[in-house]
T-cell receptor, first 116, second 113 residues
Framework: KAGVTQTPRYLIKTRGQQVTLSCSPI?????VSWYQQTPGQGLQFLFE???????NKGNFPGRFSGRQFSNSRSEMNVSTLELGDSALYLC???????????????FGPGTRLTVL | AQSVTQPDIHITVSEGASLELRCNYS??????LFWYVQSPGQGLQLLLK??????LVQGIKGFEAEFKRSQSSFNLRKPSVHWSDAAEYFCAVGARYGNKLVFGAGTILRVKS
């Protein structure tokens, strides 16, 4: 079974631009979560989508948004990029059930975003 | 809210020696606990998880962890470390409802030959 895939793997943008990252979950997984990893803040939860609905959200500004499609693929968008948005963005998928019960999360390799 | 503490930022172990990485959590109920490993330039790989039941959990690559409710700990152990185990290790906690992981700051493991 193929793992979680993320595209692109590397991205360079300038301040003020916007960016869209893509995540394809493991087949059959309906939950997709996004995390930001930086040296200073570590791994922080951004949001989780299940059946095309945002179910959980972390403490990030509204510039960070996401969506999920009917095939469970997910995209994350960051608008008006800031230098501090430079990070590794990780996507994880799980078999989490509709009731929100926790499912083991499997991570993709990440997208390395550099903001200049 | 959940929180996770990994007291050791760096640990150096000789190849063949035993390893224990510490993890303490704070959560009001029984948490779901995980250990992940991240090699340079890679995503996170799940080593093992604890949801309920037997408090000694076996994982991949010869790792195990023990859940101790009285100490709010979930320490990771390996009896004999290999050079390929050098990586960063993350402990994480999840609430039963709410598909969000809270991660510790990580412990970087160095293996010396």
């Amino acid at each position: 079974k193929a793992g979680v895939t993320q595209t692109p793997r590397y991205l360079i943008k300038t301040r003020g631009q916007q960016v869209t990252l893509s995540c394809s979950p493991i087949s059959g997984h309906r939950s997709v979560s996004w995390y930001q990893q930086t040296p200073g803040q570590g791994l922080q939860f951004l949001f989780e989508y299940f059946s095309e609905t945002q179910r959980n959200k972390g403490n990030f500004p509204g510039r960070f948004s996401g969506r999920q499609f009917s095939n469970s693929r997910s995209e994350m968008n960051v608008s008006t990029l800031e230098l501090g948005d430079s990070a590794l963005y990780l996507c994880a998928s799980s078999l989490a059930e509709a009731g929100g019960l926790f499912g083991t999360q499997y991570f993709g390799p990440g997208t390395r975003l550099t903001v200049l | 809210a959940q929180s996770v503490t990994q007291p050791d930022i760096h640990i150096t172990v000789s190849e063949g020696a035993s390893l224990e990485l510490r993890c303490n959590y704070s959560y009001g109920a029984t948490p779901y606990l995980f250990w992940y490993v991240q090699s340079p330039g890679q995503g996170l790989q799940l080593l093992l998880k604890y949801f309920s039941g037997d408090t000694l959990v076996q994982g991949i690559k010869g790792f195990e962890a023990e859940f101790k409710r009285s100490q709010s700990s979930f320490n990771l152990r390996k009896p004999s470390v290999h050079w390929s185990d050098a990586a960063e290790y993350f402990c994480a906690v999840g609430a039963r409802y709410g598909n969000k992981l809270v991660f510790g700051a990580g412990t970087i493991l160095r293996v010396k030959s």
